[in-house]
């Protein structure tokens, strides 16, 4: 039997975009397990339901992240939405369709140049970004902020898309499908890139459901579930499936946000042509919530829940929010068992970890 | 038009001493730990216990009410993906739970203040915004 020895990985490490540390029991080469954790950056996000009020708390809930800011916004406010049982006007929720769709693409497009990156693929890594410029660009015009929009509300939204911009959103999408045709090919047909990404890190279905994982990452190893089956925002509208693959390795979770890119221009293509004419952006709530409500919502990195609880005062009792990184860490301990200590850095990018969320 | 699925959505308060059988049965029929969260309110803990169904999107809740002194099972024998979620009941709420497979004990977060969002913080906070006041 090989000599064991424990490895600390991170918090501080080339490959990893936000910090959380592993301690890596190694034997020769190949990882035998992996004991995560994280605290390096908590903030008591959730603790300012004491001084913030509940339409104040809309804008903390935004700052949760940096790259899903406006679903966790949209999955806070639907929360509060449901306590209230006020129906949001329908050009709000093909709005909210709108925004939440172009984040998950700029998302998983952040998320395709740090794999490149992950396996020194710097070219790669650099198309990518470049392409999510252009989804960063459609997202400050029309909502002013590159990545936190500020345009959630109880009841709705504060600005509106007008047709012009629509129309830009439109002729910017056929552009970024092309681009993303184009490193598509490279992702999923280049040999050096299946090399590091076929067969590395498998996760089993029933692994995944065993524990718990959420979004692509689950998806990729063959969970059929997608939140925005629920039917909130305009999703009831838009044609779509959940895209699903079977060999839980690395390159069906590549694969799977590939898809989900081309599936998100499609629902945004959607939710434009269907956008009803209306004036109003919101629907007033009076008075303060008192019920409780757990609200789910399909985020970038998979199922992220709100729960709220009120007693009829303008501060809320509880918000919680559990982020997709949050039910993933336990799928990546176990993914990483059995594997290279060399593939360690990108399988912990395979499961897209957006720590700052997780903590909060 | 995509097929929209209404799931049911329930909400069960059991009792604390039922908690490790109702956990294994939502196992044994096949449902996913979606997450477990504490509250503090009205001197008690509310610690709930989501469960979803991946097929029908069914969402179950089991909730307990607990005295803020009583110590609760682990249920990571049986979950161990708990094991985030326990952790963090304790260190932010005090919560007392025995057995957590991998107890961090209260490093997880990584913060000074002892139990942030627990009864003692709470009362001290009253007693502050009390003062305050005066």
Redesign the interface.
């Known amino acids: 039997m090989a000599k064991r020895s424990v490895i600390p990985y991170g918090p501080q490490h080339p490959v990893l975009p936000e910090p959380v540390h592993l301690d890596l029991v190694v034997e020769d080469e190949k990882v035998v397990e992996a004991i995560p954790s994280i605290g390096f950056i908590h903030r008591g996000l959730e603790s300012l339901v004491d001084k913030r009020d509940f339409n104040q708390m809309t804008y903390v809930a935004e700052r949760t992240c940096g790259i899903c800011s406006f679903q966790h916004g949209m999955g806070y406010c639907e929360a509060v939405e449901h306590i209230f049982g006020v129906e949001i006007p329908n050009r709000a929720k093909f709005l909210r369709t709108i925004w939440a769709e172009l984040g998950r693409m700029h998302s998983h497009l952040l998320w395709l140049g740090l794999l490149a990156d992950g396996f020194g693929f710097e070219n790669l890594f650099y198309q990518c970004w470049r392409i999510r410029e252009k989804i960063l660009d459609l997202q400050e015009m029309t909502s002013g902020g590159r990545l936190i929009f500020s345009v959630n509300k109880i009841g709705g939204v504060l600005k509106d898309i007008p047709a012009d911009q629509l129309n830009i959103i439109l002729t910017t999408l056929e552009e970024v499908e092309k681009e993303i045709k184009t490193v598509q090919k490279t992702f999923l047909e280049d040999y050096t890139v299946q090399s590091r990404l076929c067969g590395v890190g498998i996760l089993t279905k029933e692994q995944a459901h065993d524990l718990g994982c959420a979004g692509p990452f689950g998806r990729a190893s063959g969970i059929n579930t997608d939140m925005r089956k629920l039917g909130y925002a305009a999703y009831p509208h838009i044609d779509f499936e959940p895209i699903i693959h079977q060999d839980g390795d690395s390159y069906a979770r590549c694969s799977c946000r590939i898809q989900e890119l081309f599936q998100s221009i499609d629902i945004l293509r959607q939710a434009i042509s269907k956008i009803p004419e209306e004036t109003d952006l919101f629907t007033p709530v009076k008075g303060n919530p008192n019920g409780e409500y757990f609200m789910r919502v399909e985020q970038p990195r998979g199922e992220a829940i709100y729960y709220v609880k009120a007693n009829g005062k303008p501060y809320v009792e509880r918000l919680r929010i559990r982020t997709p990184t949050f039910a993933n860490l336990p799928g990546l301990c176990e993914m990483l068992k059995n594997t290279d200590l060399a593939d360690v850095g990108l399988l912990i990018l395979t499961i897209d970890p957006c720590i700052s969320c997780t903590e909060r | ?7 049911e ?1 329930i909400l069960v308060e059991i009792d604390p001493s039922n908690l490790l059988p109702k956990i294994m049965e939502m196992k044994k029929n096949g449902y ?4 477990i ?1 504490a ?1 503090y ?1 009205a001197e008690q803990f509310e610690l ?1 216990y ?1 469960f ?1 169904d ?2 029908t ?1 069914q ?1 179950i ?1 089991l909730r307990i009410v607990i005295d803020p002194d009583t110590e609760i099972p682990s249920i990571t024998e049986l979950i ?2 708990a ?2 979620y326990e952790n963090e009941m304790k260190e932010l709420f005090g919560v007392k739970i025995q057995m957590i497979s ?1 107890d ?1 004990e209260n ?5 000074k203040q002892t139990a ?2 627990g009864p003692q913080s709470k009362n001290e ?1 009253a007693k502050t915004e009390k003062n305050n006041k005066k």
Do not use: G, K, N, W
Request: glycine share 0%.
């Open positions: 038009m995509a097929e929209v699925i209404h799931p959505e996913r730990l979606s997450q969260c509250a309110i709930s989501s979803a991946d097929t999107y969402y809740t161990p993906q094991v985030f991998m961090y490093r997880l977060y990584r913060i942030p969002l906070d």
